[in-house]
């Protein structure tokens, strides 16, 4: 089992920044990517960043340049850094953490941190 705590929502106003953070703990061995999704109300959830454990860092295209996924291993840790952010940014985001293999996964999702750009 894997236990994902997110912190560093909030309101920001359009042109602003936020990091969030996402915590790793227990079967941490098993992860192979760490990633965060987000979800606007009446719509899917999408990614918006990804890293593998090789480092390999894949992003979704609106936010390609602004965001930046990145990780800390001693701390088990993953932020995105958000900056210029704007109002269709506004989502509830959730931390993920894929483990096992790519054949044979198991996601492990975090509780949601609510991000609001607005002026």
């Known amino acids: 089992q894997v236990q994902l705590v997110e912190s560093g929502g909030g309101l920001v106003q359009p042109g602003g920044s936020l990091r969030l953070s996402c915590a790793a703990s227990?079967?941490?061995?098993?992860?192979?990517?760490m990633g965060w999704y987000r979800q606007a109300p009446g719509k899917r959830r999408e990614l918006v960043a990804k890293?593998?454990?090789?480092?390999?860092?894949k992003y979704a295209d609106s936010v390609k340049g602004r965001f930046t996924i990145s990780r800390d291993n001693a701390a088990n840790t993953v932020y995105l850094q958000m900056n210029s952010l704007k109002s269709e940014d506004t989502a509830v985001y959730y931390c993920?953490?894929?483990?096992?293999?790519?054949?044979?996964?198991?996601?492990?999702w975090g509780q949601g941190t609510q991000v609001t750009v607005s002026s």
């Open positions: 227990g079967s941490i061995f098993s992860i192979y990517a």
């Open positions: 993920n953490a894929a483990s096992g293999t790519i054949a044979d996964t198991k996601d492990y």
């Open positions: 890293i593998t454990s090789g480092g390999s860092r």
